[in-house]
């Protein structure tokens, strides 16, 4: 592999270990720790491996008992290092072979490989002169607990798998199932052999191959090409060998193999997370949670509150003078919900009906639905984690819409341009009235005592002072009427307004605690789709 290939490798690794890290990070608390800790241990592994010898490739032979894969071992690397034998395993720690020893011991520490054993100049293997380590690993299917563990721990390790089978036992199930199908993703670094061929008729092999490969294929590795070798006879293993160094030469199996790991990482979690897609926030699921809440929290008592406290000020300040006055007898009904502003709104509440367990069930019922509605379409523990989101201020939720009720300005102080003018005529006309009564007056008693009586102006026959009183109530009966019905639709307009600005005071804390931390979850879920879609 070129640099700048390499580089260019390197930098599309970082992007997916960043994706994948990020992925790991925004799931935590939504899906199964066992799942995150796999992705983690991954993440840890990546790490440390890239802070080792780049010049390195590590090279695992990996096979079951009787697979003659030390024997293998021995042939590939031209030595006799490996214990071998007939019957049962003897392989019971891992044997390193390392072709340029300088920088690699920090490597093979990171292996807990502590046989090591610096390898000669085998021809067709290391023509290159280094960067090689071989390693001869305990049999996959001992049944000492602890060769297994070992196996298991290295094969998530080496940067390449060489798989080692045998005529007798190619096609065994648990060898496919338990180890090399978990690792159908690693094609890219996976060499597959098919030893002691020397024990098959000549006629034979191919068809063992074949169904080798089929075999393969099932299992997602068709790719791979699969190897026929002898040990004893050494036939196949200049091949091997080729196959082996060009790997080593390209220098991108490290690269290849933690790529692999962090696409099977990324899957893993996305087979923890599930699929689908949150339906999302829209502007009718605004609506109709703010609905919801306005109603749970009597916003249509108090914009009832509003029209009555509107008609009852305007015939205070605009209803006959003679009558008036038993108004102020009637309480205001803003006053008595402690809702006319005369002070700071933060520390305002209402004396609405405290929040009750219907009130209660009406908010919660709004919130789940909302949640619910949003989160539609995501899989469970995301659909869990938005739902709870959205429920995350439900404590602070009911005293919040109080103080956002009690907080807007319902313009209860504000009064109509008209009060004023109809005030002023009818005090005018009152006047008007009372003088001509008292005119009436000063004549009745002229009369009485016998004294003079002054001649008493007249229009059109009428006595002006009884036209004054007549004319004085009857303006005053008509301005108090007339001001009952212009007093009924500005309360219906001050109505509206109130209602609309209490919605909005409601659709904000709804905004604030249910929508944002519900928005932020969503948000958190498609960034983790993103980062996953990234890390595969």
Do not use: C
Not at 373 to 389: C, D, K, L, Y
Request: glycine residues 8%.
């Amino acid at each position: 592999m070129s640099r700048h290939r390499e580089k260019r490798a390197e930098s599309t690794l970082d992007r997916q270990l960043i994706a994948l890290n990020e992925a790991r990070e925004l799931a935590e608390g939504r899906l199964d720790d066992t799942a995150l800790a796999d992705v983690y241990g991954v993440l840890e592994r990546a790490t440390a491996r890239r802070s080792l010898s780049a010049e390195h490739t590590v090279v695992g032979f990996f096979g079951a008992t009787g697979s003659g894969k030390s024997s293998l071992f021995n042939a590939v690397a031209g030595t006799d290092a490996a214990r071998v034998a007939v019957r049962r395993p003897t392989t019971s720690e891992p044997l390193a072979m390392v072709w340029g020893m300088d920088g690699s011991a920090p490597l093979l520490d990171w292996l807990e490989v502590a046989d090591r054993r610096e390898g000669d100049t085998v021809p067709g293997l290391t023509d290159d002169g280094g960067g090689l380590v071989l390693l001869d690993l305990p049999d996959f299917d001992s049944v000492q607990l602890s060769n297994r563990r070992t196996v298991e721990r290295l094969a998530g390790q080496v940067d390449v798998l060489v798989w080692v089978v045998d005529p007798q036992k190619y096609a065994d199930a648990a060898i496919h199932n338990d180890f090399i199908r978990p690792f159908s993703t690693h094609a890219s670094v996976t060499l597959v052999v098919l030893n002691q061929v020397d024990r098959l008729a000549i006629a034979e092999v191919k068809p063992v191959l074949e169904s080798l490969e089929a075999i393969l294929d099932r299992d997602g590795l068709g790719q791979v090409a699969v190897s026929g070798v002898s040990a004893v006879t050494l036939e196949g293993v200049p091949e091997l060998r080729r196959r082996i160094s060009s790997v080593v030469k390209a220098k991108a199996a490290k690269s290849a193999r933690l790529a692999a790991d962090a696409a099977v990482a990324a899957e893993r979690l996305s087979d923890a997370s599930g699929g689908g897609d949150a339906a999302g926030v829209h502007q009718q699921d605004r609506k109709t949670l703010a609905a919801g809440l306005a109603r749970a929290v009597h916003v249509e008592t108090v914009v009832s509150a509003v029209q009555s406290s509107y008609k009852l000020e305007a015939t205070k300040q605009t209803g006959w003078p003679v009558t008036r006055w038993l108004v102020r007898f009637r309480k205001d009904p803003l006053r008595r919900l402690s809702l006319r502003r005369e002070g700071a709104s933060e520390v305002n509440r209402t004396s609405l009906p405290p929040a009750g367990s219907a009130q209660l069930a009406q908010v919660d019922s709004s919130v789940r639905d909302f949640a619910d509605t949003t989160s539609a379409g995501s899989p469970g523990p995301w659909r869990a984690s938005i739902r709870s989101a959205a429920r995350s201020n439900r404590n602070e939720l009911p005293d919040a819409l109080d103080q956002a009720v009690a907080g807007t300005d319902l313009k209860a102080n504000t009064r109509a341009w008209w009060w004023p003018v109809f005030a002023v005529i009818q005090w005018l006309a009152l006047l008007v009235a009372v003088g001509g009564l008292v005119w009436l007056g000063v004549l009745a008693g002229l009369g009485y005592f016998q004294l003079p009586v002054p001649e008493v102006p007249e229009v059109e026959g009428w006595p002006l002072p009884t036209l004054m009183v007549i004319a004085g109530v009857v303006l005053g009966i008509f301005l108090a009427v007339t001001s009952k019905f212009l007093a009924l639709a500005g309360a219906k307009a001050r109505a509206a307004q109130a209602r609309r600005r209490l919605r909005e005071s409601v659709a904000g804390v709804s905004g604030e605690l249910v929508v944002a931390p519900t928005e932020t979850e969503i948000a958190r879920y498609r960034d983790f789709q993103e980062a996953l879609a990234a890390a595969r």
